[in-house]
């Protein structure tokens, strides 16, 4: 009997640390796939909608999201102006969309690689009046 209760307590300790390993397994895919986005990526669903970013060094820009590139944001603020903004100074983002856009696969996409430069002159690049 107690040859059973061992067996069993050995089977449950082994049930726990498959469980353990799996949970950790599936948090690092999980971290791997969303390194692997891309701003642009992210952004793609949101084209043409109201977004807030937080830059780096001027506070938070409101605006709709017009046009973008790899390294650059177009938004077009309230009362006409447009303003073109470095993705390199974006901080953070308000009003993203639930889903993603499926990584394009036009430049390579290298682990580790980060558009998180500094922007030296200013995070806004410029503004016009439509």
């Known amino acids: ?24 397994e599936v948090a690092d895919r999980s971290r791997r796939e969303i ?15 109201h977004i807030t970013l937080r830059l780096e060094g001027a506070g938070n820009l409101d605006g709709q ?3 973008m590139g790899p390294d ?3 938004l077009s603020e309230v009362g006409g ?11 953070s983002i308000g009003g993203l969309a639930a889903q ?13 690689s980060t558009s998180r430069t500094r922007c030296a002159a200013s995070c806004v690049i410029g503004r016009r009046l439509r």
């Open 1 to 24: 009997m107690r040859w059973d209760e061992l067996f069993d307590d050995l089977d449950a300790q082994f049930n726990e640390v498959e469980t353990a390993e799996l949970a950790a």
């Open 35 to 49: 390194a692997l986005l891309r701003l642009v990526d992210r952004l793609r669903p949101v084209l043409g909608r």
């Open 65 to 67: 999201l017009t046009a």
């Open 72 to 74: 650059w944001l177009l």
């Open 81 to 91: 102006r447009e303003a073109l903004v470095a993705s390199s100074a974006v901080l």
């Open 100 to 112: 993603t856009a499926a990584p394009t696969r036009r430049e390579p996409l290298l682990p580790g």
